[in-house]
């Protein structure tokens, strides 16, 4: 199983990007994908996730500014990020857990800058 994470760049502050993260299969099924990001020299924090059943939940400093969701017919899971702060500066990974089980994936990375 592989999550393939992209969508990363260079974004001036106040702008948007679109991560995405793929699947290798169809393993979306019975499944939470989220993302989370880890900036320099800091931990690895919760962005936000959503479920087979279509529960979101996000960290505090992204409500409102970020959106998450998911095309199970891609096997793919969107991150959408709007009005980027310089903080927001981070590699973003994603994760696939099982509601059910015990599977537990991660991608690798995809860095945003958020600066001008």
């Known amino acids: 199983v592989q999550l393939q994470a992209s969508g990363g760049g260079l974004v001036q502050p106040g702008g948007s990007l679109k991560l995405s993260c793929t699947a290798s299969?169809?393993?979306?099924?019975?499944?939470?994908v989220g993302w989370y990001r880890q900036a320099p020299g800091k931990q690895r924090d919760f962005v936000a996730s959503i479920s087979t059943h279509g529960s979101t939940s996000y960290g505090d400093s992204m409500k409102g500014r970020f959106t998450i969701s998911r095309d199970d017919t891609k096997n793919t899971v969107y991150l959408q990020m709007n009005k980027l702060k310089p903080e927001d500066t981070a590699v973003y990974f994603c994760?696939?857990?099982?509601?059910?089980?015990?599977?537990?994936?991660w991608g690798q990375g995809t860095l945003v800058t958020v600066s001008s």
């Open positions: 299969g169809s393993i979306f099924s019975g499944s939470i």
């Open positions: 994760r696939l857990w099982g509601l059910y089980d015990t599977r537990d994936y």
